[in-house]
């Protein structure tokens, strides 16, 4: 898709394209992005948050005057563009240390989103706390009637830089109107437990999975015979990961895949990967360290993708970050052991994980798809955002087919706490 707002800044652009494409579930609406994004300085990452938060404060201080005066709906509406725009303002401003704005932005979020949840009636949506080693994970539940039957469910998180919070944007709301329980949640690493219980990424993602699916089976709500998983972005290998231990899962969805970050650390640096991974993991490499300092200042993605990896990864200094990577991979038979149903998504003109998703694709021996996205659908881009609804069809539609038919040899009642 053209880049029309910041065309010397891909990634200024992919993110205002984010915005953009939650327009199709109420996060966002046109005017307000496009109004936002022009009063922008490209590149300068200070002007992003405060213009972002301009606008969230406007958008949110009408939602509580509608609320005020009985307009639920209006009210409803506002909190949710409102909450993406806090989402977006703080997003560059992670680092090593972190901007000190980026806590206010998440908070004001989280809060509009909340205020949002609260006002519909259909679906309930209501905020969970997911106990996990001794403390817990922040998600939501979206039921889809008030029957407490026991439906197909889908479990969703983002990945490396998405909240909770966005996923209704991108995928919730659009599963539980297709008739789907959902439960959606940050893990460690991700927004939520990253800004407020210091958690960051572990490449071990089947111990994060599985004690969500143990909380998703307690629920009335939930069908165990077919429950799902989704990941998106950096999601699409953690939830491979995942699946291929926590084998009660019916299926998984990578949107998009990813096979192995090290792939990424490692593609720039001479020698073979062998070479590559000792010079990461070593104690001193000047050269390697002061080349990450030139690429930085040269590439708004790498700069933005780097100083968020330390924060996230919990390290600091980008080799460390860089050098975290290279234990996220599905290489060494673990693809191989997924037993479920997959899909492997993939954007024709994917930025970040270009080549990744077939590569996953040609490791899995369970029953696969891989369903390739253009850009002459408007949905080349990474994760699809210029297509939201064109692409979450395709992705459910597979879903819809895949567990009415694992489910024929099942019992589509056997929630043993649906009594």
């Given amino acids: 898709m053209p880049n029309l707002l910041f065309p010397n800044n891909t990634q200024f652009w992919y993110e205002t394209l984010r915005s953009m494409s939650h327009i199709a579930y109420g996060g966002a609406d046109f005017g307000e992005v496009v109004s936002t994004a022009e009063r922008i300085t490209d590149g300068d990452y200070g002007s992003w948050y405060t213009e972002w938060v301009a606008t969230a404060d406007r958008v949110s201080a009408e939602a509580e005057k509608a609320l005020a005066a009985g ?30 704005r980026h806590d206010h932005a998440y908070d004001r979020s989280i809060a509009c989103f909340r205020s949002a949840a609260a006002l519909y009636t259909s679906p309930r949506i209501e905020p969970v706390e997911i106990p996990y080693e001794g403390t817990t994970l922040p998600g939501y539940l979206y039921r889809a009637d008030t029957t407490g039957a026991p439906r197909p469910t889908l479990i969703m998180h983002s990945g490396f830089d998405g909240t909770a919070e966005e996923l209704h944007f991108s995928g919730a709301l659009a599963a539980v109107e297709r008739g789907y329980t ?162 492997v998504c993939d954007a024709a003109e994917d930025e970040f ?18 369903m390739v996205f253009t850009a002459e659908e408007g949905a080349g881009a990474h994760c699809h955002p210029g297509a939201m609804r064109l692409a979450l069809a395709r992705i ?20 043993s706490n649906s009594a």
């Fill in 396 to 415: 459910y539609d597979w879903l819809d087919d895949t567990l009415n038919t694992s489910a024929s040899n099942s019992n589509s009642n056997s929630n």
């Fill in 71 to 100: 307009h639920k709906v209006s009210a409803r509406d506002g909190f949710l563009r409102a909450s993406n725009y806090y989402r977006s303002a703080e997003f560059f401003l992670h680092g090593h240390p972190c901007d000190r």
């Fill in 182 to 343: 959902v439960l959606t949640f940050d893990g460690p690493g991700q927004p939520g437990p990253r800004h407020h219980q210091d958690l960051v990424f572990r490449p071990d993602w089947e111990n994060v999975i599985t004690p969500v699916v143990d909380f998703a089976e307690t629920l009335p709500e939930v069908d165990n015979s077919r429950i799902a998983l989704l990941g998106s972005s950096m999601g699409g290998i953690l939830a491979p990961r995942a699946a291929a231990f926590e084998h009660r899962l019916a299926a998984v969805i990578a949107v998009d895949g990813v096979y192995d970050l090290g792939q990424i650390s490692v593609r720039n640096i001479p020698g073979d990967r062998k070479a590559a991974e000792h010079l990461l993991r070593s104690e001193s490499a000047p050269e390697l360290d002061a080349a990450y300092e030139q690429i930085i200042a040269k590439d708004a993605t790498a700069r933005w993708a780097i100083n968020h990896g330390m924060y996230v990864m919990g390290v600091d200094t980008p080799r460390a970050f860089s050098a975290s990577y290279l234990d996220y991979t599905l290489a060494d038979g673990i693809a191989e052991k997924i037993q479920c149903p997959t899909l």
């Fill in 353 to 370: 994980f270009k080549g990744q998703p077939e590569q996953l694709y040609d490791h899995l021996t369970c029953p696969r798809t891989l």
